[in-house]
């Protein structure tokens, strides 16, 4: 079994650069679904095992696929004779490949999709991306763990969600690109990862306006055509640096990080007492002696982002004091706090509101990871646990995280990656080295 083994208490220092964002580059390979002519170019595409399982659908649905692991770049031709199914076997392993729907729609007038199932965090419906589909004119059967899209020409409409989710902005939206007429989205997800959708279908030759706003206008076109583009940076992932260095009382530049997409983090590290600077090289995070408690709550975009909400219950467990923390975008994204426990984490869960005790002692233990965010924050509280911490269930780090550890170990951190059959030597050395 593959663990990550870290030893607390080094303060972390340097420059770490960040890869392109797994949430960006997802739903635009399933937009190069989308042209039928030339080949679409990807490049600061993050080298992440969702991305090979994108891949993997994708060329499932006959998209010819190039990666260039060494130039984090990814050629795609979707101009032969593509295929409307995307099985089981794929979409069962990442929930995000159900964004291969709407494209598919599109392009094709009939789609097959396995249906994606809930996950750790929760259970995760998509009857917000079928509404929109259906309101564009799809009809809709789901048949034996699949579902079923066909139509005999998708034709543009008025759609409000109920709520701003992600994917089904990101679904609708390609599907919209190719229908007759006018599609106006209202209540839509304004992710910056959204943004880096729109802007790759406009660069196609689709018209998409207010990507980031409220409304989403769509006018559709006849086609679509092959781009070149360079994913934006990795919020998270930048966000899980800026932590790392609050916690560990570090210095460290995550360079090219842009401050604009992290403001709520920000403005909460610097609520705790971090100094956050904006430098030429990107954002300079420096932790301070001791950190205040907050109260933090997850919104969609531009609110606190889910996606950092277990990093960041790590600060509010060693900070001075009674923070709290409510998830209202997830129904059960508090598991990596009974892993913590473990470690020593003291806090309350009521309802969707957690109390963390704060002035955590915490203890290296061995846990395990139970999704791709909560694989993060027990790392890093293994940077500030006294002895040291065992991470194992390390195949959801690697969804989201490339060379995480590597990154960590650039800046000071006391870290390595092991499987079973070096384990006991390099234990051993780590053991020792402490001697
Ligand atoms: C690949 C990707 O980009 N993943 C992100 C995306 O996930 P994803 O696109 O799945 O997240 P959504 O915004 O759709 O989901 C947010 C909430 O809406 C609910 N919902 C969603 C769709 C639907 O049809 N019906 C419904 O009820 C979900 O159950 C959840 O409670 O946004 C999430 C919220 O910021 C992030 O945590 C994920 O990292
Ligand atoms: C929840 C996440 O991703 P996904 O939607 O791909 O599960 C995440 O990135 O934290």
Do not use: W
Not at 50 to 60: E, Q
Not at 105 to 127: E, N, Q, T, Y
Not at 274 to 286: C, P, S, W
Request: with cysteine; net charge neutral.
């Amino acid at each position: 079994m593959e663990k990550i083994i870290v030893r607390g208490g080094h303060r972390l220092s340097g420059t770490v650069e960040i890869e392109g964002a797994k949430n960006a580059v997802l739903p635009i390979l399933a937009a190069a679904i989308l042209p039928k002519k030339g080949r679409t170019v990807l490049t600061n595409v993050p080298i992440l095992s969702d991305v090979y399982t994108m891949n993997n659908v994708i060329r499932f649905l006959n998209v010819e696929v190039g990666m260039d692991e060494k130039n984090k770049a990814i050629e795609l031709d979707a101009t032969g004779k593509l295929s409307y199914e995307a099985p089981f076997k794929y979409v069962s392993q990442m929930r995000a490949s159900i964004v291969v729907l709407g494209p598919l729609l599109a392009r094709l007038k009939h789609a097959k999709v396995a249906m994606p199932g809930g996950c750790a965090i929760g259970s995760r419906p998509i009857d917000l991306h079928l509404k929109g589909m259906e309101a564009l004119g799809a009809k809709i059967e789901q048949h034996d763990g699949y579902i079923e899209a066909t139509t005999t020409g998708l034709v543009g409409a008025n759609i409000y969600l109920d709520f701003p989710s992600v994917g089904a902005t990101q679904n609708i939206m390609m599907a919209a690109t190719l229908a007759k007429g006018v599609t106006v989205i209202e209540n839509v997800a304004r992710e910056p990862e959204i943004v880096d959708l729109a802007n790759v279908l406009n660069k196609m030759g689709a018209n998409v306006k207010g990507a980031g706003t409220e409304t989403i206008r769509i006018v559709g076109v006849e086609e679509l055509h092959g781009v070149e583009h360079a994913i934006i940076q990795d919020r998270i992932e930048a966000g899980t640096f800026m932590v790392a260095a609050a916690l560990t009382k570090g210095n460290v530049l995550i360079k090219d990080a842009i401050a604009e997409h992290n403001i709520p983090l920000i403005s909460k590290l610097e609520e705790m007492g971090v100094l956050v600077q904006e430098e030429e090289k990107g954002i300079r995070v420096i932790g301070p002696k001791e950190l205040k408690p907050i109260a933090i709550k997850t919104l969609p975009y531009p609110g606190f982002p889910t996606d950092m909400q277990p990093q960041v219950s790590v600060l509010q467990l060693v900070a001075h004091g009674t923070s709290l923390l409510t998830e209202t975008v997830f129904e059960n994204r508090f598991m990596h706090l009974e892993e913590l426990r473990r470690m020593n984490a003291d806090f309350k869960i009521e309802g969707n509101t957690v109390i963390i005790y704060g002035s955590a002692k915490l203890n290296g233990a061995q846990v395990a990871a139970t999704d791709l965010r909560a694989a993060a924050a027990l790392i890093l509280a293994g940077l500030v646990a006294r002895n040291i911490t065992q991470v194992t269930q390390l195949k959801y780090l690697d969804r989201g995280y490339y060379k995480f550890h590597e990154k960590l170990a650039s800046l000071g951190a006391e870290i390595k990656r092991i499987d079973d059959v070096v384990e006991k030597q390099d234990y051993r050395l780590m053991q020792h080295s402490r001697k």
